[in-house]
C-alpha cells in the first residue's frame, strides 16, 4: 500500500488510462518513480504524483524555437513592429515600435503572453479607461505651490510620468504628479529639510527653557549635531552640544557647576555633620567621617536606621524606608483602589516566600514525585491554602513538586488530573503512589 493511502492497482490504472505503458513494476509508493513508455514511443520515468498533476513525457513536452521570421510576423499581425535584427530566444530583449508610433523594448515570452499587444504607455492608457490628467491642469496644480514645470508637453504623457520641476528656491528635483499630489509637504528635498530644522529648533528652545538660563541659539556645529547658545544667570554666554545639555544633572555655565562641585566637596569635620542631622531630626550613629562621599549610619526623624552619604543628604536624599512607606497603597501613583485579592497578597508577602523556601530545604530541593532536582520547583499545600487559613504557613503542610508535576499546563501532572480548586491529602497521597 503507498503512502496517503494510494495502491499499487491505482498507480497502474493511472497510466494505462492515459495511454502509457508500464516498463519496469519495481515500486511500491506513489513518489517511487515509474519507467514508461509513452504514446509517441520515448521512454521516461516519472513518479504517480507528478503525473497526477498533469506531467506528462519531457520529450514530447520540450518547447518550439521560434524563428526570426515567425516572430517578426507575430508583431505584424499585433500591429507593431519589429525593428531588433537578430533573434536568440524568447527571453532576450527586443526593440519594436507600437502603434501609437513609441519605440519600446520587451522579451517575446512577454509580449506574446499579455493580454492586449501594446508597448507600457499604451497599457496604462487602457488601465485608466482614457482618463488622463491634463497638462495644463498639471501645470496649474505645481504653480499654486510656486513651483515651475520644465518637462515639455510632448514629453508628458500621464500623471505618472516624471516631470522636471524648478522649486521657488531654486532647486530642481523630478517627481509625477500623482506622488506630488500625495505628498503632505510641498516643498523640494532642500526646502523640506530647511523647515524640519526650523521646527526643530523651537522644540529645542522649549525643552531647553530652565529657570535662570536664557537659549539666545540653536546652530549646527562641525559634527553636524545641534549646539545651543545659552546665557547663565551668572550672565556667563556659552556654547554646549543638545544632548550634553540634555543629560546635564545641574543646568548651569561650567563656572556655576565648578562652584557646586567645590561646595559638595568642601571638607566637613563630623561635628559638622552632626549638627546638619540634628536640624533634620536625624541622629548620627557613626562615630567615623572621611569625606562627604564615606557611608555613614543614622536615625531618621521616624526612628529607621538607613545607610547615607553627607553629600547625598546635602542634596536632599533623605530616608528610604520612609519614603516607600510614603509611597505604597493609596498614596502610589499606580494605585488602582485595591484590586489584588487576598490570596495574591499573601503568596507575595516575605513569609510566604520564606515558608516556600524552608519547604524546599526540607524536601532537599527534589520533587517528591519523580526525584528530580530542577530549578522550576513549587511548594505545594497538602492540605488545601483556601480552607486551612491556619496551615499555610505550616512547614509540614507543604511538599516539594517540580513545574511538570505540578502545573496545570502539563499534562498527567496534580493539578492537570484533579484541577486547581478544593484539592485534598488523600488526592495528594494517590498521585503520589502513581
Not at 222 to 229: P, Q
Not at 299 to 318: A, I, M, P, S, V
Not at 342 to 371: F, H, I, L
Not at 373 to 382: P, Q
Request: overall charge positive; charged content about 35%.
Amino acid at each position: 500500500m503507498a503512502k496517503r493511502g494510494v495502491f499499487k492497482k491505482d498507480i497502474i490504472g493511472l497510466f494505462e488510462e492515459n495511454n502509457y505503458k508500464i516498463l519496469d513494476y519495481n515500486f511500491e509508493k506513489g513518489k517511487d518513480k515509474v519507467s514508461v513508455e509513452c504514446p509517441s514511443g520515448h521512454r521516461t520515468e516519472i513518479n504517480y504524483y507528478n503525473f497526477k498533476q498533469g506531467r506528462r513525457c519531457r520529450y514530447c513536452s520540450q518547447t518550439v524555437k521560434y524563428t526570426y521570421d515567425y516572430v517578426y510576423d507575430f508583431f505584424i499581425k499585433n500591429k507593431c513592429k519589429l525593428i531588433s535584427r537578430k533573434y536568440r530566444s524568447c527571453k532576450d530583449k527586443l526593440e519594436y515600435v507600437c502603434s501609437c508610433g513609441r519605440r519600446s523594448e520587451t522579451t517575446f515570452d512577454t509580449f506574446k503572453n499579455q493580454s492586449k499587444y501594446q508597448c507600457p504607455a499604451c497599457s496604462r492608457v487602457s488601465q485608466t479607461n482614457g482618463k488622463k490628467v491634463d497638462f495644463d491642469e498639471v501645470l496649474f496644480y505645481f504653480k499654486n505651490f510656486e513651483m515651475e514645470v520644465i518637462t515639455k508637453k510632448d514629453e508628458y504623457f500621464d500623471a505618472r510620468t516624471r516631470l522636471a520641476v524648478r522649486c521657488f528656491c531654486g532647486n530642481s528635483f523630478n517627481i509625477s504628479y500623482s506622488v506630488f499630489k500625495q505628498k503632505k509637504n510641498k516643498y523640494c528635498k532642500d526646502c523640506a529639510s530647511k523647515k524640519r530644522y526650523e521646527e526643530y529648533k523651537v522644540r529645542i528652545k522649549k525643552a531647553t527653557e530652565y529657570d535662570g538660563v536664557e537659549v539666545l541659539d540653536v546652530f549646527k556645529n562641525d559634527k553636524n549635531d545641534y549646539s545651543l547658545k545659552l546665557k547663565c544667570s551668572c550672565g556667563d554666554i556659552f556654547e554646549v552640544s543638545y544632548l550634553t545639555w540634555k543629560a546635564r544633572s545641574n543646568k548651569v555655565c561650567n563656572k556655576c557647576y565648578r562652584k557646586i562641585l567645590s561646595k559638595l566637596n568642601a571638607k566637613y569635620d563630623i561635628d559638622y555633620v552632626r549638627e546638619r542631622l540634628r536640624k533634620a531630626d536625624w541622629t548620627l550613629v557613626s562615630t567615623e567621617y572621611k569625606s562627604a562621599s564615606t557611608k555613614m549610619h543614622a536615625l531618621c526623624e521616624n526612628g529607621h536606621k538607613t545607610e547615607f552619604r553627607f553629600e547625598h543628604f546635602l542634596r536632599g536624599d533623605r530616608c528610604r524606608k520612609c519614603f516607600t512607606e510614603n509611597n505604597k497603597g493609596e498614596n502610589h501613583h499606580n494605585w488602582k483602589g485595591g484590586i489584588t485579592s487576598e490570596s495574591e497578597k499573601v503568596r507575595k508577602s516575605p513569609e510566604y516566600k520564606k515558608w516556600r523556601e524552608q519547604v524546599y530545604k526540607k524536601d532537599g530541593y527534589t520533587c517528591q514525585k519523580c526525584g528530580s532536582k530542577r530549578s522550576d520547583l513549587c511548594a505545594h499545600h497538602i492540605r488545601n491554602f483556601s480552607h486551612y487559613e491556619d496551615l499555610r504557613f505550616d512547614i509540614g503542610n507543604g511538599i516539594t513538586l517540580c513545574e511538570k508535576c505540578h502545573s496545570p499546563n502539563f499534562t498527567g501532572s496534580f493539578h492537570n488530573k484533579y484541577g486547581t480548586k478544593n484539592n485534598t491529602k488523600e488526592q495528594l497521597e494517590e498521585f503520589l503512589l502513581e
